[in-house]
């Protein structure tokens, strides 16, 4: 994909469209890599044809720009193909052309036109504190701005910690109250992708299924997707086998460490942090934290990231068996019947001589009361 | 499945006239035949690879709580009040091999012989099942299991007593016990146990120089409906000899004989009580009338 097709993407022309074939391509592409069903790919090039872009807003507000800037990394699709060809980007602070009145003037225009089907995005996370000042664009507080375009959207699709539950900018003292924005709207579903920064193909896969098909997955009970969420990073890392066998870094650059060893003594999250790093990981090259040396943060979880120092150790959520083995039993004596026989025998007696002991205890209770009357 | 008073009355008073009459049990006890229906299963040692997949389901599948809770390794060493099966290894000069502890199911189970209340029972498929709504918390089954398999919950304020039930409460949902449908190997499997049987017979015949020529519980202890086949010597992974006669065939013959030989002095027991009440019953006559 040549570099002037990918800046001519944002400005709404045509000069950059791929022919028929290379959309199609683009597609199944798509699909793939989301786990959609080819099936899906075809839907989607339906879609289009029928001219049913999704149009996407996507507001900004206490973030780093981190998670745009992990999506702008995809290239199974590439971002530029996915906002060009399937959806219809119309209004994005870092990326859309114009700016000022002009791109406010683009959002209301996206949302009249595409009242009650538009996805909206939240990246950031909201501050309330004193009427939400502490985050304001034209003049407008962020609860404004989400509040009013969180309303008339099909989808609300929250990505990245910050927006999913407060994320860094929440993080003791919290001197703005910034939320994330399943607190702030209450009422309505949204889709967290949690992440620090958010893994683009959740992202993608979210907003894939809901062109083709107008439907969300599957949340757990925090609006995650459970496709990407269901399992923690401890399940799925490469280090796990280190951590069956009891082999741990104990410092950064110990031998242990050099050797690729578990990093749970040095504060790995990853057994309490449900999220797919493990198994898709970031910027097309297959990097991650733990693949680095650096413990799981757990960025995915609202208990943890950014309120658990990074290295303090957590408890294991699932624990499961480590590889070594306990030795088979050593053989033990026969049971000989006679034994048991006897052994009944024995009982017997014992029970009889302590029932007989009991009727005596009485007895003697009773001959002993009667003395001071 | 509660029991009632009246039931639990009715079943000791059955044990007291069998006791009193001593039964036809002076003779030796009649070999339990083997169910058309039996289910069992099949640990092939030699195809275990340790992983224990077994284990984690097991645990699930059953709601079992962790051996120790905050533990960063759930790793029991031996069966528990929390676990029903365990892979251990035997390392020695047999070789290696896995082994998977767990209840074996006898055909003729010294669990269900021993338990007066009848909360160890033989179910559906031969499985040896446990009522822990009948269960007194004697412990005689874990004291007869010739493999020492059931555990009692100590650490619990209502405990019962731990053991594989072959996950029958699957096994009633049309699913296999969970060990067997998670083994990636097909190390242990589920089915009829003469299925298994000649299946364990066939891998021999195969595979003569892999095995050992022996199918444990095939005839152990009177039989077993989950058999084991292994490269090592059964003892070596804690199975020990014990011949081919069920444990309760013999101690219950033993007993029953000693409870037959009891009539006489019960009887003459029966006769001083009635002797020394009456005696009894006169002086206290006696006395009042002293008193008046
Ligand atoms: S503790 Fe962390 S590094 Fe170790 S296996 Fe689990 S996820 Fe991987
Ligand atoms: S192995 Fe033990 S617990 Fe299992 S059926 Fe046999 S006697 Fe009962
Ligand atoms: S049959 Fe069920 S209870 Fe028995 S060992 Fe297997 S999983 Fe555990
Ligand atoms: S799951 Fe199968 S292979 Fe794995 S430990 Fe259990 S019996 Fe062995």
């Given at each position: 994909m040549s570099q002037a097709r990918r800046r001519g993407a944002f400005d709404g022309s045509e000069s950059g469209r791929l022919d028929r074939r290379e959309f199609v391509k683009l597609c199944l592409m798509a699909a793939a890599a989301v786990g959609l069903p080819a099936s899906a790919a075809r839907k989607m090039v339906e879609a289009v044809d029928h001219g049913l872009k999704p149009s996407v807003i996507w507001l900004s507000f206490?973030?780093?720009?981190?998670?745009?800037?992990?999506l702008l990394r995809t290239s199974h699709p590439g971002l530029a193909d996915l906002i060009l060809d399937v959806i219809s980007l119309d209004y994005h602070e870092a990326l859309c052309a114009a700016a000022g009145e002009q791109a406010e003037a683009a959002r209301r225009r996206a949302m009249e036109e595409h009242a009650g089907k538009y996805v909206c995005v939240i990246e950031g996370a909201i501050p309330t504190k004193d009427g939400g000042i502490y985050c304001q664009i034209g003049g407008r507080t962020a609860l404004e701005i989400v509040e009013e375009t969180a309303r008339r959207a099909g989808a609300i699709i929250a990505i990245g910690s910050c927006a999913s539950f407060g994320g860094v900018p929440s993080a003791d003292p919290n001197p703005t109250e910034a939320k994330g924005a399943p607190q702030v709207l209450q009422d309505r579903r949204v889709v967290t992708i949690p992440g620090c920064p958010a893994n683009p193909y959740t992202f993608l896969g979210v907003v894939l299924q809901f062109v083709t098909f107008g439907t969300l997955p599957a949340l757990d009970e925090r609006g995650r997707p459970l496709f990407a969420y269901r399992r923690t990073i401890h399940e799925d890392c490469p280090r796990r086998p280190h951590f069956d066998a009891g082999q741990f870094a104990e410092t950064f650059g110990d031998e242990g460490h050099r050797k690729g060893y578990c990093l749970y003594k040095l504060g790995c999250k990853g057994p309490q942090t449900h999220a797919p790093c493990a198994l898709k990981r970031f910027?097309?090259?297959?990097?991650?934290?733990?693949?680095?040396?650096?413990?799981?943060a757990g960025c995915t979880e609202s208990h943890l990231a950014f309120r658990v120092p990074i290295h303090t150790m957590v408890k294991i959520e699932h624990p499961t068996p480590p590889s070594t083995f306990p030795p088979t039993t050593p053989e033990h004596g026969k049971v000989s019947p006679v034994a048991t026989g006897i052994a009944g025998l024995v009982g017997g007696?014992?029970?009889?001589?302590?029932?007989?002991?009991?009727?005596?205890?009485?007895?003697?209770?009773?001959?002993?009361e009667e003395v001071p009357s | 499945m509660t029991m009632n008073r009246r039931a639990l009355l009715k079943g000791l008073g059955a044990v007291g006239v069998a006791t009193a009459t001593g039964g036809r049990a002076a003779v030796a006890r009649s070999r339990r035949p083997v169910?058309?229906?039996?289910?069992?299963?099949?640990?092939?040692?030699?195809?275990?690879?340790?992983?224990?997949?077994?284990?984690?389901?097991?645990?699930?599948?059953?709601?079992?709580?962790?051996?120790?809770?905050?533990?960063?390794?759930?790793?029991?060493?031996?069966?528990?009040?929390?676990?029903?099966?365990?892979?251990?290894?035997?390392?020695?000069?047999?070789?290696?091999?896995?082994?998977?502890?767990?209840?074996?199911?006898?055909?003729?189970?010294?669990?269900?012989?021993?338990?007066?209340?009848?909360?160890?029972?033989?179910?559906?498929?031969?499985?040896?099942?446990?009522?822990?709504?009948?269960?007194?918390?004697?412990?005689?089954?874990?004291v007869a299991c010739p493999f020492n398999v059931p555990r009692f919950q100590w650490d619990s304020p209502t405990p019962k007593i731990v053991k594989c039930e072959m996950c029958r409460h699957l096994l009633a949902r049309g699913r296999l016990p969970a060990c067997c449908e998670v083994c990636p190997t097909g190390a242990v499997q589920f089915g009829k146990r003469k299925a298994l049987l000649a299946e364990a017979k066939r891998r021999i015949a195969r595979h003569p120089d892999r095995y050992v020529h022996k199918i444990y519980g095939e005839s152990d202890a009177g039989g077993t409906q989950v058999l084991y086949l292994s490269s090592v010597p059964f003892e070596k992974l804690g199975l020990p000899h014990l011949g081919t006669e069920s444990v309760p065939r013999l101690s219950e013959t033993v007993q029953h004989g000693i409870y037959k030989g009891f009539i006489v002095p019960a009887a003459l027991y029966v006769l001083i009580g009635a002797a020394v009440r009456r005696h009894h019953r006169q002086r206290s006559v006696d006395e009042r009338k002293e008193e008046t």
């Amino acid at each position: 994909m040549s570099q002037a097709r990918r800046r001519g993407a944002f400005d709404g022309s045509e000069s950059g469209r791929l022919d028929r074939r290379e959309f199609v391509k683009l597609c199944l592409m798509a699909a793939a890599a989301v786990g959609l069903p080819a099936s899906a790919a075809r839907k989607m090039v339906e879609a289009v044809d029928h001219g049913l872009k999704p149009s996407v807003i996507w507001l900004s507000f206490q973030e780093c720009t981190g998670c745009t800037e992990s999506l702008l990394r995809t290239s199974h699709p590439g971002l530029a193909d996915l906002i060009l060809d399937v959806i219809s980007l119309d209004y994005h602070e870092a990326l859309c052309a114009a700016a000022g009145e002009q791109a406010e003037a683009a959002r209301r225009r996206a949302m009249e036109e595409h009242a009650g089907k538009y996805v909206c995005v939240i990246e950031g996370a909201i501050p309330t504190k004193d009427g939400g000042i502490y985050c304001q664009i034209g003049g407008r507080t962020a609860l404004e701005i989400v509040e009013e375009t969180a309303r008339r959207a099909g989808a609300i699709i929250a990505i990245g910690s910050c927006a999913s539950f407060g994320g860094v900018p929440s993080a003791d003292p919290n001197p703005t109250e910034a939320k994330g924005a399943p607190q702030v709207l209450q009422d309505r579903r949204v889709v967290t992708i949690p992440g620090c920064p958010a893994n683009p193909y959740t992202f993608l896969g979210v907003v894939l299924q809901f062109v083709t098909f107008g439907t969300l997955p599957a949340l757990d009970e925090r609006g995650r997707p459970l496709f990407a969420y269901r399992r923690t990073i401890h399940e799925d890392c490469p280090r796990r086998p280190h951590f069956d066998a009891g082999q741990f870094a104990e410092t950064f650059g110990d031998e242990g460490h050099r050797k690729g060893y578990c990093l749970y003594k040095l504060g790995c999250k990853g057994p309490q942090t449900h999220a797919p790093c493990a198994l898709k990981r970031f910027g097309e090259v297959g990097a991650w934290p733990i693949g680095v040396g650096h413990p799981c943060a757990g960025c995915t979880e609202s208990h943890l990231a950014f309120r658990v120092p990074i290295h303090t150790m957590v408890k294991i959520e699932h624990p499961t068996p480590p590889s070594t083995f306990p030795p088979t039993t050593p053989e033990h004596g026969k049971v000989s019947p006679v034994a048991t026989g006897i052994a009944g025998l024995v009982g017997g007696a014992l029970l009889g001589a302590g029932f007989r002991w009991a009727r005596k205890l009485d007895e003697e209770e009773s001959s002993t009361e009667e003395v001071p009357s | 499945m509660t029991m009632n008073r009246r039931a639990l009355l009715k079943g000791l008073g059955a044990v007291g006239v069998a006791t009193a009459t001593g039964g036809r049990a002076a003779v030796a006890r009649s070999r339990r035949p083997v169910a058309e229906d039996a289910v069992g299963m099949l640990y092939d040692a030699t195809r275990c690879i340790g992983c224990k997949t077994c284990m984690v389901a097991c645990r699930r599948a059953n709601h079992l709580p962790y051996e120790k809770p905050g533990h960063p390794w759930d790793d029991p060493v031996d069966l528990s009040g929390r676990t029903k099966t365990v892979i251990q290894r035997y390392r020695g000069r047999e070789g290696q091999s896995y082994m998977k502890r767990q209840c074996l199911h006898c055909l003729d189970p010294a669990c269900v012989s021993v338990c007066m209340i009848g909360a160890m029972h033989k179910s559906e498929g031969g499985i040896v099942a446990y009522d822990p709504d009948r269960c007194i918390g004697c412990r005689y089954c874990q004291v007869a299991c010739p493999f020492n398999v059931p555990r009692f919950q100590w650490d619990s304020p209502t405990p019962k007593i731990v053991k594989c039930e072959m996950c029958r409460h699957l096994l009633a949902r049309g699913r296999l016990p969970a060990c067997c449908e998670v083994c990636p190997t097909g190390a242990v499997q589920f089915g009829k146990r003469k299925a298994l049987l000649a299946e364990a017979k066939r891998r021999i015949a195969r595979h003569p120089d892999r095995y050992v020529h022996k199918i444990y519980g095939e005839s152990d202890a009177g039989g077993t409906q989950v058999l084991y086949l292994s490269s090592v010597p059964f003892e070596k992974l804690g199975l020990p000899h014990l011949g081919t006669e069920s444990v309760p065939r013999l101690s219950e013959t033993v007993q029953h004989g000693i409870y037959k030989g009891f009539i006489v002095p019960a009887a003459l027991y029966v006769l001083i009580g009635a002797a020394v009440r009456r005696h009894h019953r006169q002086r206290s006559v006696d006395e009042r009338k002293e008193e008046t």
